[in-house]
């Protein structure tokens, strides 16, 4: 169970390491906007599961560690909320001040 | 009548996150639910005229939908992570903007749907006004395939009526 455990939380910094060269090599704001607001969602819930999971196995099943586990589980249930509405507002805010998108036809600095 | 609903969800789940059963933490919670469900009551059951058995309906048809939602979610992630990994960044994306007229009209579907949008492969919503929705997308095929059977399936899961 722990090898699971391991194996998710490896697995949720792969997707943390994409994301953030991601956000390191996209040309323009809106689409660093999309690798901060996207690959988050899914790192977050693989490394919170790898957590729940090792904390069940490491308290053996109790009662109490399921109570954890749930606190844990309500914790992905408010980031898949509140990550696109996160990027949604970071976006509309840009888009009113005017920022302009990258283009392929378009060479300006 | 909203109170006393609001009531009756808010026990179990203080409950369930407290864990503790002793005299103090119980009156403590009483107390608390008390204090929210007086005050915020009418923000947690928007429409009290709705039926119960439709309300449970609701429930039933989100099911299957988030669990379509975390596979596109899981399809979403490996798309962006492609694209950032790629030897040649510049080549592979084409950013635009694309707007669509949306039949839905809760305000609730809408922000679902908007959700929703943001969550697939390479596409954000970035303004809802009334009932068109304007989407930056990422690449070119994810562009054309909007809005795709994205709306028809939250219409389907707030049983709402839409017009092509």
């Known amino acids: ?109 | 009548m909203q109170f006393i609903t609001s009531f009756i969800l808010l026990v179990p789940f203080w409950f369930l996150m407290s864990g503790k059963f002793d005299m103090f933490h119980v009156v403590l919670g009483i107390i608390s639910i008390t204090i929210v469900s007086l005050w915020f009551g009418n923000m947690l059951i928007q429409s009290p005229k709705k039926s119960f058995p439709a309300r449970l309906g609701e429930i039933f048809n989100f099911i299957p939908y988030l669990f379509w939602l975390l596979i596109e979610i899981v399809k979403s992630n490996i798309h962006v992570i492609k694209i950032s990994l790629s030897p040649n960044i510049e080549s592979c994306i084409n950013p635009q903007f694309v707007t669509f007229k949306t039949s839905l009209k809760k305000d609730f579907s809408k922000f679902i749907l908007a959700n929703s949008i943001t969550l697939t492969p390479g596409t954000v919503t970035v303004r809802i006004s009334d009932s068109e929705f304007l989407i930056h997308a990422l690449t070119d095929e994810v562009a054309s395939g909007l809005p795709g059977d994205m709306e028809s399936k939250v219409a389907k899961v707030f049983n709402e009526r839409i017009s092509k």
């Open chain 1, 1 to 109: 169970m722990t090898l699971i455990a391991i194996i998710l939380i490896i697995l949720g910094l792969f997707f943390f390491f994409g994301t953030s060269i991601g956000i390191l090599r996209l040309p323009d704001f809106y689409s660093r906007a999309h690798a901060a607001g996207k690959a988050d969602t899914l790192s977050t819930i693989l490394i919170i599961l790898g957590c729940a999971l090792y904390y069940l196995d490491y308290s053996h099943y109790d009662l109490a560690s399921f109570n954890v586990a749930f606190k844990l589980f309500v914790i992905i249930a408010f980031v898949f909320i509140g990550s696109p509405t996160a990027t949604h507002a970071i976006m509309d805010a840009a888009s009113s001040a005017g920022v302009e998108h990258w283009s392929k036809d378009k060479d300006k600095s």
